[in-house]
T-cell receptor
Framework: GAGVSQSPRYKVTKRGQDVALRCDPISGHVSLYWYRQALGQGPEFLTYFNYEAQQDKSGLPNDRFSAERPEGSISTLTIQRTEQRDSAMYRC?????????????FGSGTQLSVL | TQLLEQSPQFLSIQEGENLTVYCNSSSVFSSLQWYRQEPGEGPVLLVTVVTGGEVKKLKRLTFQFGDARKDSSLHITAAQPGDTGLYLCAGAVSNYQLIWGAGTKLIIKP
């Protein structure tokens, strides 16, 4: 596709359920990031992939959060046993190359609501 | 803890006025980026600055990176309603990781 695609756009779940959020980056983009963004705030880093390798997961809040990018393209962020505090906008971003000066392309995000 | 502080948090001005927003930290960054975000969308890159003292212009927007690479400013000349949005700065703390400010919410009234 032309841009970074995230699905679902909205996810409402009950506390204790598992959720999987999908990110389809721009074709050929090497780097993929997951961020969490509160309303009116800047993105908060969760994890970073270089191709299929998860190079940094230091931003994942706890071990209920995990992410994978098995073939170096589509990525899934999984939250197990969701809690109300997990409610947020989850954004994926990709860049063509590696490096902090690369242009990040963001998806429209998945708004997660845990009831 | 590395922090990026943006000021003001909120700014509402009339079309045609000039404005400056700031991004400050006690940390040194190897590079810094400015993004604009509109409601319901992801941030969109405006500029990347790398060298201390660097000035970049993008039409009516002027970006400056501080000499010590700890701060940056964004100046908009003759603001237009289309400039409305959340302006975010992001500083590089590693070769891939950015830390983000909380943003300046800018409203330009016609």
């Amino acid at each position: 596709g032309a841009g970074v695609s995230q699905s679902p756009r909205y996810k409402v779940t009950k506390r204790g359920q598992d959720v999987a959020l999908r990110c389809d980056p721009i074709s050929g983009h090497v780097s993929l990031y997951w961020y969490r963004q509160a309303l009116g705030q800047g993105p908060e880093f969760l994890t970073y992939f270089n191709y299929e390798a998860q190079q940094d997961k230091s931003g994942l809040p706890n071990d209920r959060f995990s992410a994978e990018r098995p073939e170096g393209s589509i990525s899934t962020l999984t939250i197990q046993r969701t809690e109300q505090r997990d409610s947020a906008m989850y954004r994926c971003a990709s860049s063509l190359g590696q490096g902090a000066t690369e242009k990040l392309f963001f998806g429209s995000g998945t708004q997660l609501s845990v009831l | 803890t590395q922090l990026l502080e943006q000021s003001p948090q909120f700014l509402s001005i009339q079309e045609g006025e000039n404005l400056t927003v700031y991004c400050n930290s006690s940390s040194v960054f190897s590079s810094l980026q400015w993004y604009r975000q509109e409601p319901g969308e992801g941030p969109v890159l405006l500029v990347t600055v790398v060298t201390g003292g660097e000035v970049k212009k993008l039409k009516r927007l002027t970006f400056q990176f501080g000499d010590a690479r700890k701060d940056s400013s964004l100046h908009i000349t003759a603001a237009q309603p289309g400039d409305t949005g959340l302006y975010l700065c992001a500083g590089a703390v590693s070769n891939y990781q950015l830390i983000w400010g909380a943003g300046t919410k800018l409203i330009i009234k016609p």
